[in-house]
């Protein structure tokens, strides 16, 4: 039996790409392409959908996946800007219902393993900074991929970074997690995102590059795969990736 699934955002690029995910395979079919002019709570009712991508902005992300849990749906959040304190209430809300739902900042394999690449790294080497860059357009600064991947630099670290941060704060990157993320809004660029690690006399690079956004479709159909077997919420989807 297909998996009945919603995208909300539809009209958007990032939702343009989803419904051609579910449009494609076998394994789903898309019930509905909603936007802010619909509403999503009536859509899920009516058309009885398992689980919802939301792909829309910031501003509505979080009453967004409310309503999606509230209607007994899966959450597959492709929207950043969600707050740990808004993270805590959607987690609590899904181990009430045991709803599977997945908090995905990113939605590119690439951009995942550099995370997990990261992770590693910042065992033997805590003194970094990231540096993202996004198309002009993108709403919020930093990205939610630079602020994950931050946060999982903070965790994985054996020691705490111990460079004093010097002259004027607003050059030297807005800190997250002890980390300091560097944002760049430009046209031509997609989005990228560089981690510098410096250690005593080397440093080492991790690069990830997005040339289209063809790259987010296999990270939507894992996320589309994954939810449904899951009773809690899941942040950041390079925890599904090895699974």
Do not use: W
């Not at 009209?11 to 995910?21: D, H, L, P, R």
């Not at 936007?35 to 009453?63: G, H, M, S, W, Y």
């Not at 705490?160 to 941060?165: D, E």
């Amino acid at each position: 039996m297909k998996t009945r699934i919603i995208v909300n955002g539809a009209a958007g690029k990032m939702g343009q790409i989803a419904c051609e995910v579910l449009e494609n395979h076998i394994d789903f079919e898309l019930v509905a392409r909603c936007t802010r002019n619909d509403n999503l709570a009536l859509a899920i009712a009516d058309t009885k959908a398992q689980a919802v991508i939301d792909v829309t902005e910031p501003a509505a992300v979080f009453n967004n996946t409310k309503t999606i849990l509230e209607q007994q749906a899966r959450p597959i959040i492709g929207t950043t800007g969600l707050t740990e304190e808004q993270l805590n209430e959607i987690k609590n809300q899904c181990q009430e219902k045991s709803l599977g739902c997945i908090i995905a900042p990113n939605f590119s394999i690439g951009a995942l393993l550099l995370m997990q690449c990261a992770k590693q790294v910042a065992r033997f080497m805590a003194e970094c900074e990231i540096i993202e860059l996004h198309h002009p357009a993108k709403k919020d600064a930093p990205s939610g991929t630079a602020i994950k991947t931050a946060n999982i630099i903070s965790q994985a670290r054996q020691r705490p970074s111990l460079i004093t941060r010097q002259g004027d704060a607003n050059a030297l990157g807005y800190m997250d997690a002890s980390v300091p993320i560097h944002s760049v809004r430009l046209p031509g660029i997609l989005a990228d995102e560089t981690v510098i690690f410096g250690n005593t006399g080397e440093s080492l690079t991790l690069q990830h590059r997005t040339l289209s956004r063809d790259a987010f479709k296999p990270g939507i159909l894992l996320a589309c795969q994954k939810v449904m077997a899951l009773d809690h919420m899941v942040y950041g989807l390079e925890n599904l990736l090895f699974e």
